[in-house]
């Protein structure tokens, strides 16, 4: 049957997902309209988040490293304090340089329609948007997500910060108050912190970074207190108040102890929330929930033709989890081959110093699935490359199943995002341990932790008693020359 619609497919929002189905689903003829309710196109990812958030962190670690010249056997120096207008200028000048990757004429040249403000479904293939309607065979809804701020009693009195503003500051907070601590709180705690800020970070449970298994999370959590982040954990928020000359925040520990902290400013980073109020969805009957709109495993809401990815879905917030979405959007509406979500190897990673990346399963979410498993280990402090980087930190994990199969991995230390993406392959590639355990790696590099942790697995085996007894009954082996000899 003809298709009678302006378009064959429309996108609400051009964020990492609504970006990938509109390059993907033009470039393959697909006519193709794309929505953006701000003035520019990038979403969250380029501007209030993982852009910004990653070239702040960077910068508070290049400052971070001049104080701490004495540590690699340079003159001790005491830089000037920050401007954070400079600061933000940095970062204004790098989302600047992706923004043209991510231009509306880059888009046009794709073959996609874009058109900017806010719009609402009309009918199931319709919406309004600046007075005029728009009708599309499917639709991809990618609105994102915005920060969730808790009704906590006074905060809607107090100012505080979120993603939005906290790249954008005239000054250094002399101060700060971290609600939560997930991956953003984190980041930006020691980033302010490191910048010379002082920071406390403000948590419900007894553990940083709750996703990540315990161990690995503490380390990170030790290493931002030594840097002077004050931690307050299983402490509730109790009243928020403005002074005036300050914010005041009064929490409550699990035993009912009380304590007011002070600060210039509040950041609230307690998670997010799906962008879907004005959307119309209850008009065409697309179902929701509160953590975002409910799809199948081909990303399909309750509407077929309509489609949802990335964070308004409100499952693996992240751009890359995003820019996959796109993508089994596009073979399902555009190929119209049915492709499901697979999220068993999805990689992730805290870029805090030092980094925490992951892949599949941890301990935490193998207890949970009831997964026996066993466990190995590498710390970095053996890894020679580290040291001579000037850190001795952290550790690799690898978590095997029953039948002895990777089900995850996590890395803790320098450059684990890098890191991460070695396990990447082998996990999505289904790479034998034995490959990576035997591939030469350049030496002297980080990338050999990876070699090495899978290595273990097999040293167990390989330098048994029975395979010495082996060796020793064919060959007629002496022993040791050293120390004692067992039998
Ligand atoms: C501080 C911070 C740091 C982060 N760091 C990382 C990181 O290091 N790595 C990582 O993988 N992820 C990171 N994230 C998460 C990442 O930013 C998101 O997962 C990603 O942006 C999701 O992409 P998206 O396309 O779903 O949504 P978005 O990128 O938010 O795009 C949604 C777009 O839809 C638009 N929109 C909203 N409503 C409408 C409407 N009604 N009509 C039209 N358009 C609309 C929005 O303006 C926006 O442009 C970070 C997030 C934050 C806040």
């Known amino acids: 049957m003809a298709n009678t619609y302006d378009f064959d497919i429309g996108i609400l929002g051009a964020g990492a997902a609504g970006l990938t189905v509109a390059a993907g689903a033009a470039q393959l003829g697909a006519k193709t309209l794309l929505v953006e309710k701000e003035k520019e196109l990038g979403g969250d990812c380029l501007h209030y988040g993982c852009v910004p958030s990653k070239t702040l962190i960077k910068t508070a670690h290049v400052y971070h490293l001049i104080k701490n010249a004495h540590k690699f056997g340079l003159p001790r120096v005491e830089p000037l304090p920050v401007n954070f207008r400079d600061v933000a200028g940095r970062i204004r000048s790098v989302i600047g340089r992706i923004q043209k990757h991510d231009s509306e004429e880059r888009f046009c040249n794709l073959g996609v329609r874009v058109e900017f403000g806010e719009s609402s479904f009309k009918d199931e293939h319709t919406v309004e948007l600046n007075g005029k309607r728009y009708s599309a065979k499917n639709w991809v809804l990618s609105t994102g997500s915005s920060p969730a701020v808790p009704p906590f009693s006074g905060l809607d009195r107090t100012p505080y910060l979120t993603n939005r503003e906290i790249f954008s500051l005239d000054t250094l907070p002399v101060s700060m108050i971290v609600l939560g601590a997930g991956p953003i709180a984190v980041e930006m705690a020691q980033a302010f912190r490191r910048l010379g800020a002082q920071v406390h970070v403000v948590q419900r449970s007894g553990q940083i970074l709750s996703k990540e298994d315990k161990d690995m999370a503490d380390v990170v959590m030790n290493v931002l207190a030594e840097e002077g982040v004050i931690f307050h954990l299983n402490a509730d928020v109790a009243h928020i108040a403005d002074l005036g000359y300050a914010r005041e925040v009064e929490i409550e520990s699990k035993d009912g102890k009380k304590e007011t902290l002070r600060a210039e400013t509040i950041l609230v980073a307690m998670g997010r929330r799906s962008n879907i109020e004005g959307l119309g969805l209850d008009t065409i009957g697309v179902e929701f929930d509160n953590k975002g709109i409910k799809v199948d495993n081909r990303l399909r809401t309750s509407q077929k033709h309509i489609y949802a990815a990335g964070d308004v879905i409100g499952a693996y917030q992240f751009t890359h989890a995003a820019g996959y979405e796109g993508g089994i959007i596009v073979t399902n509406a555009v190929f119209h081959l049915p492709r499901k979500t697979d999220y068993t ?25 009831g997964i026996e498993y066993s466990v190995y280990t590498e710390a970095f402090s053996d890894n020679d490359r580290s040291l001579a980087e000037g850190s001795d930190l952290g550790k ?86 050293c120390g004692t000899d067992r039998p």
Do not use: M
């Open 345 to 369: 190897f999805l990689p992730w990673c805290t870029y805090a110093k030092p980094e925490l990346a992951s892949i599949g399963l941890n301990e935490k979410t193998a207890q949970k699935a």
């Open 396 to 481: 690799a994990k690898l978590l095997l199943d029953s039948s002895e199969k990777p089900i995850g991995v996590q890395l803790l230390g320098l450059h684990a995002g890098e890191l991460v993406n070695e396990w990447v392959a082998v996990t999505n590639g289904k790479t034998k341990l034995s490959t990576l355990a035997g591939a030469v790696h350049p030496y002297p590099t980080l990338g050999e932790i990876n070699k090495r942790l899978a290595a273990n697995y097999f040293s167990g085996k390989i330098f048994s008693d029975k395979v010495k007894k082996a060796l020793k009954f064919l060959f007629h082996f002496k022993g040791r020359a």
